[in-house]
T-cell receptor
Framework: KAGVTQTPRYLIKTRGQQVTLSCSPISGHRSVSWYQQTPGQGLQFLFEYFSETQRNKGNFPGRFSGRQFSNSRSEMNVSTLELGDSALYLC??????????????FGPGTRLTVT | DAKTTQPNSMESNEEEPVHLPCNHSTISGTDYIHWYRQLPSQGPEYVIHGLTSNVNNRMASLAIAEDRKSSTLILHRATLRDAAVYYCIAGGGATNKLIFGTGTLLAVQP
């Protein structure tokens, strides 16, 4: 099976712009989670989508949003970019379901640099 | 989510067993214990997870204390490819919300 893919791998944006990142989960996986990794804050949970619905949410401002499509692919959007949004954005997929905590498979990440 | 405490760093010799400890004294009854590792320049990689009983898989073993307030990840024979940051996560209940701490940087010496 192909692993989790994320596009683009690298991105440079200017303050105030918006950005959209894409994640394709492992075939058959219905849950997609997004994480932000920075040297200062480490790995932080952004949100999780399951069957096109946001199921869990972390403590990030409303500028960070996401969605999931019927084929389980997911996108996350960051509007009005700030310098502090520079980070590695990781996507993880898992089989999903409820009542159980599944293993998650991470993609290689998208490195976003805001100038 | 339960706060986890791990040593900042540990060192091991190649082909020797490694025991990575984790304390999670505030864990709730529905919280799973997860271990992930992250190699340089890569996304985190799933290692193992469990709820109450000890777990084994091809990568490692997870030993969970009877009171569930601590756990130990056991790598049976360390290799140079096991050098990574190991994250212990206890929380999120039966969900996929993982709250990562700072982890343990494992160095493996040849």
């Amino acid at each position: 099976k192909a692993g989790v893919t994320q596009t683009p791998r690298y991105l440079i944006k200017t303050r105030g712009q918006q950005v959209t990142l894409s994640c394709s989960p492992i075939s058959g996986h219905r849950s997609v989670s997004w994480y932000q990794q920075t040297p200062g804050q480490g790995l932080q949970f952004l949100f999780e989508y399951f069957s096109e619905t946001q199921r869990n949410k972390g403590n990030f401002p409303g500028r960070f949003s996401g969605r999931q499509f019927s084929n389980s692919r997911s996108e996350m959007n960051v509007s009005t970019l700030e310098l502090g949004d520079s980070a590695l954005y990781l996507c993880a997929s898992s089989p999903g379901g409820s009542g159980y905590s599944y293993e998650q498979y991470f993609g290689p990440g998208t490195r976003l640099t805001v100038t | 989510d339960a706060k986890t405490t791990q040593p900042n760093s540990m060192e091991s010799n190649e082909e020797e067993p490694v025991h990575l400890p984790c304390n999670h004294s505030t864990i709730s009854g529905t919280d799973y214990i997860h271990w992930y590792r992250q190699l340089p320049s890569q996304g985190p990689e799933y290692v193992i997870h469990g709820l109450t009983s000890n777990v084994n898989n091809r990568m490692a073993s997870l030993a969970i204390a009877e009171d569930r307030k601590s756990s130990t990840l056991i790598l049976h024979r360390a290799t140079l490819r096991d050098a990574a940051v190991y994250y212990c996560i206890a929380g999120g209940g039966a969900t996929n919300k993982l709250i990562f701490g700072t982890g343990t940087l494992l160095a493996v010496q040849p």
